[in-house]
């Protein structure tokens, strides 16, 4: 892995010095499920070094995004690179640059916590001894040293979650991305997560992680990509993106189109104490 993870060899900026290399540059990303496009012809341009958030509501092609980025499913036209490496022609130097903790993740169910992070280490061709320092020193962070004995299909879903990253960043990846990494996953270990994830990026690393929760977004992140009905609506560092907004929550409503919606004007019925509802309760009910 190059050990300068923020500068290109070559180019050079305005002032003469290395030119950054972004994290990720999308050019027109297309992807389609038989009639439904997921994804619309997207440009996306992601630096490196930063806390990156893609959000976007439920159905808005972030997964699908994130999925073609990171080589596990093949755009139907467009270019990506990542870290300055081509997705499509060059997988491999990809791969080793990145780590991916993916929605619904898949483990190898049948090891023990310890053993999938000797197994997912050795496979990424480090040294055994290595992969052993680097396994305990994660278990460690992530509060898994108690349970690294313990086979993954018996571990909730916090402590997938954490195995799962723990193996993401076993190799030291430049870019990670994450699809909902906070989704199902309790306080303790959502604060865990975070503060492992802050010191990563800290490093010089970039973090990429999709979510709809403005709130963690807006906590978490320096720079913001947002995203509705497979198009890139805004794009920018957090504070631009959000504008004159008094949040990011109501400057992304206004940017996906939400922010005049009154669906609970026709649930006037919801709630209430008489009516048809009430009185269907009482006959299905019977004396009491």
Known sequence: MPEDRTTAAGGT??????????????????????????????????????????????????????????????????????????????????????????????????????????????LRGLPGAEVDKRAAQLLDVLDLAGSQHKLVVDYSTGMRKKIGLAAALLHNPEVLFLDEPFEGVDPVSAQTIRGVLERYTASGATVIFSSHVMELVESLCDWVAVMAAGRIRAQGPLAEVRGDAPSLQSAFLELVGASGRNEHESL??????????SGAGTGAGGAR
């Not at 027109?28 to 997921?38: M, N, P, S, T, V």
């Not at 006037?268 to 509802?277: H, Q």
């Open 268 to 277: 006037d019925w919801l709630g209430g104490s008489s009516g048809s509802g």
């Open 13 to 122: 900026d305005a002032g003469g010095a290395p030119a950054a290399v972004p994290a990720v540059r999308v050019e027109g990303l297309w992807k389609r499920f038989g009639e439904q496009i997921a994804v619309s012809g997207i440009d996306l341009t992601l630096p490196a070094g930063r806390f990156i958030g893609l959000v976007g509501p439920n159905g808005a092609g972030k997964t699908t995004t994130l999925s073609m980025v990171t080589g596990l499913l093949r755009p139907d036209q467009g270019r990506v690179e990542v870290a300055g490496h081509d997705v499509w022609r060059d997988p491999v130097g990809v791969k080793s640059r990145i780590g991916v903790l993916p929605e619904g993740l898949r483990l190898f169910e049948r090891l023990s916590g310890r053993e999938l992070l000797a197994y997912m280490g050795r």
